[in-house]
């Protein structure tokens, strides 16, 4: 068994070559090596040693301007670690050096000719939105997989349904280790000896003694393994074995280590377990009819925060703070505070907080929690509460809804998004400046676009305030 230093994947899946060669408009041709090496993103260089300027992954492009000595070019970009090597031919060679791909062969580099048509920048934008299409479809995979790990978490045996929802999606095996090493529950298909012993070995490595890691990876027995410490307080461990490992793979591993360490933390009540298994499910998607019938009538309230200390263990102190172990992790921290529960300032974050509500509510106040953590952040407040729609709750909401779809149709979303910050600020260029991120004179150019999109006078109070409203 091999441990890897880190758990990181890049924030795209990489695309085979063999999907670049396929595209015929750019008539590419191999010429040595294999066909389906990993590409991560294209490089232009014509240095004579590109290796300073290498990252690892790359299919480097170059014309031999400065070609000296094929052999140790091609041995440098080797240890550079990029994954192929694209010539273009012409102007500066007919042909592709015979003494490259002689080098290439020995190296082990795969090799690709461009053709004089085909500009270096026409591959990168093939290479670009086949990275797209890639991310997208893992990002959709990832999604789908959280969507069944949820609804997995509002079944009556919530445990043994996560990790068979796990082994399902991953294609491999999920074992859950107790604190002494041994198989409490597993899902999905049998491993090899080798491999359950790796398994074992690695869930052993992660657990809750101080200085340990929270995860782990390595292979065993022709797998790719992983191991995560769950956060219950038992010293659970979750293992995980699978023939290949995704980009997104980590992602979903991680959504089933917040619902397995929700699922068997310590309850003081023998129901407790199943209405954690429900709210879960509902903070991750699951339909509100299969979760809401688990849940006491309420009412629930909804908090989004962002901030804290960026270590793991940030959450889980906010969710203990506001007197709930309910929370979603993540860039935004979501949480569900059950009656009696209230939501206070937390020193290091920013909060928005719903309304009330009762279970079947709970999508609805979610998206209340979010809209008040936005203003929170463009106002620069701790703490924003939901606020009743006042004026708006007179109007009929899907004739509110129509109005607003024909009124701000002409702009796009981040210019949707200035202008509402803007509004929210009362028009300070400064202010939502530094909410967005940007610099001021981008602000006045964006809004001073919404103006001739919308065809309106943002000076004017009545206009300012028509486009509030669709906005809200």
Known sequence: MTLSRSLATPPTPPVPLAALLARRELGLRLLAGPEDVALHWVHT???????????????????????????RYVERVVE???AALGFGVTPVYDTVPAELVEACVRQGLTLIEVPPRTPFTAVARALWRLMAEARLHELRRVTEAQRSLA??????????????ALASRL???????????????????????????????LAGVVGPRPGGPASASGEGGGLKLAAYA?????GLTLGVATER??????????VAVVLLSLLTAPHGAGDVSVRDAALTGLLLGAPAAETAAALSPGPWTVAHARGGDGTPFAAAGLAAALGTDLVEAGPTVRLL????????????????????AAPDALPAADAQAARALRRAEATRVPLVRHRANGLAGLVDPDEAAAHARVLLAPLSEPQAQTLRTWLSLHGSWDRTAAALGVHRNTVRQRIARCAVLLGRDLDDADARMELWFALR
Do not use: F, I, K, N
């Open 80 to 82: 550079a670690g990029a």
């Open 171 to 201: 294609g491999g095996r999920a074992v859950l280790y107790g604190v002494d090493g041994t198989e409490s529950a597993a899902a999905g298909r049998e491993l090899g000896p080798e491999a359950a012993r790796a398994l074992a070995d």
């Open 45 to 71: 260089s014509e240095m004579a040693d590109p290796y300073p300027y290498l990252l690892g992954g790359e299919l480097l492009m170059t014309a031999g301007v400065q070609l000296t000595d094929p052999a």
């Open 337 to 356: 505070l059950p009656p009696g529960a209230a939501a206070t300032v937390q020193p290091g974050w920013t909060l928005g907080v719903s309304a009330p």
């Open 230 to 234: 769950l956060g219950g307080g038992d």
């Open 151 to 164: 609804t997995a978490a509002a079944r009556p045996a919530p445990v043994p349904a996560v990790l068979g």
């Open 245 to 254: 490992r995704d980009p997104g793979d980590h992602t979903v591993a991680g």
